[in-house]
């Protein structure tokens, strides 16, 4: 005779899935596939299981249906259900896995390369804080989750299935690269060919295939001081000759250029951290140096969707008549960071180099993700999500203004045409580090600036704060509380 799992040794664990019924799949599916059921074993009755759980009979008998379908039980003659023949095993349990003391020391085996010694780090938890001034973070109140849905529905049919599927052997999806040419580029003045466009897994990757591609130890890199932090990271990592150069209001001055320079990398249009902005004049004498000194620009374009103050200033890339900008862009600041799809456009033969140089790494980003992301922006539903981003974030710029002029704090800059964060300073002798993790206990989030600087003040009394994710109600309570800190921090 059959046996029966027992009722009370099936649990449920929140960490599986959102749902009662994705936890209640997850629990019977551990059980078979780990050995402790074999093929014809009886489960609970779907009245005794919801009992014995406390949760609807509904629920477990919609469990059963399914896992009916996947193959993991079988409906039994009479009445039931159980174990299927088809159910997959595991064949051996963790338990009888012997383990032996490890005699590989792995610190002779890795690599000498030194750990990034400036990463942006955020709490995990972020979420849990009732002011979190943290840029980069959706909100994800303003974000069209049917739409998104749709588009993921609309991808994984049997329509799109066969095509993305299959192995592109490094190419892009097809939809995605034609929208990025005919609508994104065309919105910064840019003008480029299928060929001349890579799909990056966001920003980062394209930074990374870019050094690559470029860097050597005969090319003097040039970037900005203070920067992002991932720029100075994936230079160092290259071992290139680097030169920080200080920014000013208006962004890097290119007089201040080394005559040796042969490659800049600068976030022009929205400077990281500050959020100033190059004006034309710089930018025309960025270009003009770099034909003449023969030298390379990375533009990264991070989010150029964030104007909503007045015009975005024009990409430099829209500018370059020479061929010399490669552009970087990204929908992870616009949709959402862990989206992770970016783009490189460059000329064709550098795109050739960096495809291969990707493929080696991830062959190409995953053809599905690129698909829902095409059909999100072939359908519209990307300008209206832009549309609802910029309502709010002039809504919280105004707040965070209006309070920050009640305050000890200084507006050291901030993107003149809208942007998510602002990048401020207090007063002599604070030091940001200390005061985000006395905020802490206030339910607050800041980013201290140290990380933007290679070589930072000390103490360092300048720290970014973003409004991007933060409800503007929240606005002038959360920076309420950081400017009696900072007075309870120079007073103490």
């Known amino acids: 005779m059959k046996s029966t799992i027992s009722a009370e040794s099936i649990f449920l664990r929140q960490a599986d899935a959102p749902t009662l019924q994705g936890q209640l799949a997850a629990a019977l599916v551990r059980a078979i596939l780990e050995g402790r059921t074999s093929p014809g074993t009886r489960l609970p009755s779907s009245r005794k299981?919801?009992?014995?759980?406390?949760?609807?009979?509904?629920?477990?008998t919609l469990v059963y249906q399914e896992l009916v379908g996947q193959g993991y039980l079988a409906t039994l003659p009479r009445s039931g259900?159980?174990?299927?023949?088809t159910a997959p095993h595991r064949k051996l349990r963790l338990s009888e896995v012997k383990t032996e003391p490890g005699t590989l020391h792995w610190n002779d085996w890795l690599s000498a390369e030194q750990s990034p010694r400036r990463v942006i780090r955020k709490p995990a938890d972020w979420r849990s804080y009732r002011y979190p001034f943290i840029y980069g973070q959706p909100d994800a109140r303003l974000f069209d989750h049917h739409a998104w849905r749709d588009c993921a529905r609309r991808a994984l049919g049997t329509r799109d299935f066969a095509d993305l599927s299959a192995d592109r052997y490094g190419a892009d999806d097809p939809l995605l690269i034609d929208y990025i040419c005919s609508n994104t580029l065309p919105r910064r003045g840019i003008h480029a060919r299928p060929d001349e466009v890579l799909v990056t897994l966001g920003a980062q990757n394209a930074l990374y295939l870019v050094v690559e591609l470029l860097c050597r130890a005969d090319r003097l890199a040039v970037t900005e001081e203070p920067g992002y932090p991932d720029i100075a990271e994936t230079l160092r990592r290259s071992r290139s000759p680097t030169a920080f150069l200080p920014v000013d209001k208006f962004g890097l001055d290119p007089e201040s250029l080394p005559e040796n320079t042969r490659l800049v990398m600068i976030t022009p249009s929205h400077h990281i951290p500050t959020g100033s902005t190059m004006p034309l004049s710089r930018r025309q004498d960025l270009l003009n140096r770099a034909a003449a000194q023969d030298f390379v620009?990375?533009?990264?374009?991070?989010?150029?969707?964030?104007?909503?103050l007045g015009p975005?200033?024009?990409?430099?890339?829209?500018?370059?008549?020479?061929?010399?900008?490669?552009y970087i862009g990204s929908f992870s600041k616009s949709l959402f960071p862990g989206l992770r799809i970016g783009y490189l456009v460059a000329p064709a033969p550098l795109i050739a180099k960096?495809?291969?140089?990707?493929?080696?790494?991830?062959?190409?980003?995953?053809?599905?993700?690129?698909?829902?992301t095409a059909y999100f922006l072939a359908l519209g539903h990307y300008d209206a999500h832009i549309v609802r981003l910029r309502g709010a974030l002039v809504k919280r710029r105004a707040a965070l203004e209006q309070a920050l002029a009640k305050t000890c704090l200084t507006l050291e800059s901030a993107a003149v045409a809208g942007g998510a964060s602002v990048w401020l300073k207090g007063p002599d002798g604070l030091d940001s580090a200390a005061l985000a993790e006395r905020l802490k206990a206030d339910g607050v989030l800041i980013e201290p600036g140290a990380v933007f600087f290679e070589t930072p003040p000390d103490p360092c009394p300048l720290f970014r704060l973003g409004y991007g994710s933060i409800d503007s109600d929240d606005i002038p309570r959360g920076i309420a509380l950081i400017d009696?800190?900072?007075?309870?921090?120079?007073?103490?």
């Open 49 to 60: 299981l919801a009992e014995a759980l406390g949760i609807s009979r509904m629920t477990v």
């Open 81 to 85: 259900v159980a174990v299927a023949d």
């Open 297 to 308: 620009i990375v533009e990264d374009d991070y989010d150029f969707e964030m104007s909503y």
């Open 312 to 326: 975005s200033a024009p990409a430099l890339k829209s500018l370059d008549a020479k061929g010399r900008v490669l």
């Open 354 to 372: 960096a495809r291969a140089l990707r493929a080696m790494i991830l062959r190409h980003p995953p053809g599905h993700l690129q698909r829902m």
């Open 484 to 492: 009696a800190a900072v007075k309870a921090a120079m007073n103490g």
